[in-house]
């Protein structure tokens, strides 16, 4: 390893890593804090608390199954582009499952969080830390090309919303190469740069470009004011069900 290559990974897994962590917690700290601001001021203001539940309910579906609320709002024209996206939507479950908790759980992550803070918990053994990166990855994949392929995603979505998959997949195809330096043609040393540098980007953009969402278009455009409203809402979201 040269000197430049040595000051570059040390300056990357220092400073630049530590403040991507450092923005990623605050950031997320700050979600969460407006997130329950909402609810409870929602909960003191609202006498009807079945319809603060109801909002509850439709934006924790809009993280997970975002489809069955599409499909709430207006119908999809047929059933198998509606299968096609609740399909798509289990799948980017899985991808996403897996980009919060198995970095958590690595051998080397454990590693270095009992390094740097004296504290440790049971990490997954190398075999199954493997297979769940290649079923991230494949996951991954899946859902770039999903997303790209989907008439309804194309219409509601930010076009720069359909590059977020690959950014949250370089992190572990460069983390499997760094596990396994043979299965790499590159020199070590610049695939953990690699590595070190795409996770920290992914930390720092965590609360602002909302990696971790399924869809980037906010629930209220879909169903304006729906949240609030005790009555079915009246199907605002031109192009939902277009194909």
Avoid: C
């Amino acid at each position: 390893m040269d000197d430049t290559t040595a000051l570059a990974l040390r300056i990357a897994q220092g400073p630049v890593f530590r403040f991507g962590l450092a923005l990623a917690l605050l950031g997320l700290a700050r979600l969460a804090l407006l997130a329950l601001s909402d609810l409870t001021a929602a909960w003191v203001t609202d006498a009807n608390r079945s319809v603060v539940w109801r909002k509850v309910r439709q934006h924790v579906g809009w993280q997970l199954f975002p489809s069955l609320v599409l499909h709430a709002a207006r119908p999809f024209r047929s059933r198998g582009l509606y299968a096609y996206h609740v399909a798509l939507d289990a799948v980017s479950l899985v991808f996403r499952t897996l980009v919060v908790l198995l970095p958590i759980f690595l051998v080397a992550h454990v590693y270095l969080w009992e390094r740097a803070l004296g504290v440790s918990w049971p990490a997954l053994p190398g075999a199954i830390a493997d297979v769940l990166s290649i079923v991230a990855l494949v996951s991954g994949a899946a859902v770039f090309l999903g997303r790209i392929y989907s008439p309804v995603l194309r219409k509601l979505e930010p076009t720069w919303s359909f590059f977020t998959p690959p950014l949250l997949l370089l992190p572990f195809l460069t983390g499997i190469l760094t596990r396994h330096p043979t299965w790499s043609p590159l020199d070590y040393h610049f695939v953990l740069l690699i590595h070190v540098l795409s996770a920290a980007a992914v930390l720092a953009l965590l609360p602002f470009a909302r990696l971790l969402s399924s869809l980037q278009v906010r629930l209220t455009t879909i169903l304006p004011q729906a949240a609030w409203q005790p009555e079915s809402p009246p199907a605002q979201a031109a192009g939902v069900s277009g194909a």
